[in-house]
């Protein structure tokens, strides 16, 4: 069983940065395909980046591509998501989760974290 907690959001203004944690617990860890995901009011959750945590491969959604990082810290057992150049439509609740890839490259999630708002506004 992974437990995942996230950390980091808060509010920033249009251009700016954020960086979010999420600290994994487990022993299966290194099996596991990591990302995140974000949900805005009213909107469905979609995919936003994933990384696997043994090879380091990365993918991102096309709404966030060259913007924002996927990273992680093994030692720690933490992977980060480093937003930048933001943009009011990337308010949302961001989640952390892992599991596997899936079709497109997109995550297949099996474990969730609890989430962590960003709010990007001036």
């Known amino acids: 069983q992974e437990q995942l907690v996230e950390s980091g959001g808060g509010l920033a203004q249009p251009g700016g940065s954020l960086r979010l944690s999420c600290a994994a617990s487990g022993r299966t860890i290194g099996s596991y395909v990591m990302g995140w995901f974000r949900q805005a009011p009213g909107k469905e959750r979609e995919f936003v980046a994933a990384?696997?945590?043994?090879?380091?491969?990365?993918n991102y959604a096309d709404s966030v591509k060259g913007r924002f990082t996927i990273s992680r810290d093994i030692a720690k057992n933490t992977m980060y998501l480093h937003l930048n150049s933001l943009k009011r439509a990337d308010t949302a609740v961001y989640y952390c989760a892992a599991g596997r890839w899936g079709a497109g490259g997109e995550l297949q999630s099996d474990y969730w974290g609890q989430g962590t708002q960003v709010t990007v506004s001036s």
């Open positions: 990384l696997s945590w043994s090879r380091g491969i990365t």
